[in-house]
C-alpha cells in the first residue's frame, strides 16, 4: 500500500494528528492516515485492518481522548498481533490504561508537549527510521559494450560463406541417410483387446456436511457481534454471577449467547452473519442491557480458540488469542 506508517489517533485530535502525519511525510516517511487513505466505498473497518497489515510501525498519538477509545485500543492489539513496532507519540502527560499498558510495557514514549515541537518531529523521524529504514534500491547492471558491425562488403562475404556451408552440409547429410536407410519391417497388426467388465459401484448417496459457520461455540461464528455483559472473573457456573445470560435468553429470536475471554475480561456476545441480522436484535438488547455495544469479531477478536463447548444451560467458551 506503499506506507511505513499507520497513524493512530482519536478523532478529538485530528489537527495534531494531521500536523504529525504532515512532518512525517516532509521527511520522507509514506504515513497512512483514515479517514484520509479510505477509498471512496470501502469498508472503513476492512481498510483499517489492511493498512495495519501493510505497515512496518504503528505511531501511536496518544491523550486523554485516545486513553478512552475502544478503537485505538483495537487498532494497537491489531498491530501488537502483526508484530508491528509502536511509538507513542504523547501529545498530555497522561498515564495509558491498563489494556493499552499491556501491548506498551517496554516501548520509549516520545513526549511531545515538551516545546520545540519541530525538535519533536525530528526525534519521531529518527525512530521510525531506525526501526523501518529505507528498502535499498536495485542497482542495475551496467550493459555490456556493443561492438561496432562490420562493413557492407565485408558482412555480405562473411554471410555468403556461413549459407554455402550449411548447404553443404545438408547436401552430404542427406546422401548418407539415403544410403543408410533401413529396410522397413512389417508391422503386425495388434490382436483386438476384448473389453474388461468394471465392477458395478453400489450407488452411496451423499451424506450432508453439517458446517460449522455461527454455531454458538465454533471460531467461526458471525462476524457482527453484540456486547452485553462483562465481568473479569470467568465464572464456573455462568447461570449464577452473570444472570445477563438468562435475560439474554428471553429475548425472542436471539442467538444463544457465547463467552468471550480476552486479556483476562470474560465478555458475554450474541453474533450475526451480517449487519442487517443484527440491527433488529440491537433496540431489544440495549433496552434490557443499556450498556451493549456492538463489535465487529474481525477485529475485536482476529484469532479464536474454543475453551469448551455449550454444556447444559452453561454457554459456550471462546478465547481470544494474539
Known amino acids: ?38 477509498p471512496p466505498g470501502s469498508s472503513y473497518a476492512a481498510s483499517i485492518v489492511e493498512a495495519i497489515d501493510s505497515a512496518r510501525v504503528l505511531v501511536l498519538v496518544f491523550s486523554a481522548a485516545a486513553n478512552d477509545s475502544q478503537d485505538i485500543e483495537r487498532e494497537v492489539q491489531r498491530a501488537d498481533a502483526k508484530r508491528l513496532k509502536i511509538v507513542p507519540f504523547r501529545l498530555e502527560d497522561v498515564e495509558p490504561k491498563a489494556s493499552l499498558a499491556y501491548f506498551l510495557p517496554s516501548r520509549q514514549y516520545l513526549n511531545a508537549y515538551l516545546t520545540p515541537m519541530e525538535a519533536r518531529y525530528d526525534e519521531l523521524r529518527e525512530v521510525v527510521r531506525r526501526i523501518a529504514p529505507p528498502q535499498p534500491s536495485p542497482t542495475p547492471r551496467p550493459a555490456p559494450p556493443v561492438e561496432p558491425p562490420p562493413p557492407p562488403s565485408q558482412r ?128 431489544a438488547f440495549k433496552a434490557k442491557f443499556p450498556t451493549a455495544r456492538t463489535i465487529q469479531l474481525s477485529v475485536e477478536c482476529p484469532n479464536r480458540r474454543v475453551l469448551s463447548g455449550k454444556e447444559g444451560n452453561i454457554p459456550g467458551q471462546i478465547e481470544c488469542v494474539p
Open 1 to 38: 500500500m506503499g506506507h511505513d506508517v499507520f497513524l493512530s489517533y482519536s478523532t478529538k485530535d485530528t489537527k495534531a494528528a494531521e500536523a504529525v502525519c504532515a512532518a512525517l511525510e516532509r521527511r520522507g516517511i509514506g504515513v497512512w492516515m483514515a479517514p484520509r487513505d479510505i
Open 156 to 283: 555480405s562475404r562473411r554471410l555468403f560463406g556461413v549459407l554455402a556451408g550449411v548447404v553443404g552440409l545438408l547436401v552430404v547429410s542427406g546422401l548418407v541417410a539415403w544410403q543408410l536407410r533401413p529396410n522397413p519391417a512389417p508391422v503386425p497388426k495388434p490382436e483386438p483387446t476384448p473389453p474388461i467388465a468394471q465392477p458395478i459401484q453400489p450407488h452411496d448417496e451423499p451424506k450432508p456436511i453439517p458446517s460449522p459457520e455461527n454455531q454458538a461455540n465454533s471460531p467461526k461464528s458471525g462476524d457482527y457481534g453484540i456486547v452485553f455483559g462483562s465481568q473479569k472473573e470467568g465464572p464456573k457456573d455462568p447461570n449464577g454471577p452473570m444472570n445477563e445470560i438468562l435475560k439474554a435468553r428471553q429475548i425472542s429470536n436471539s442467538p444463544d449467547p457465547v463467552l468471550y475471554k480476552k486479556n483476562g475480561l470474560w465478555m458475554s456476545v450474541v453474533t450475526f452473519d451480517s449487519e442487517d441480522a443484527r440491527k433488529p436484535q440491537l433496540q
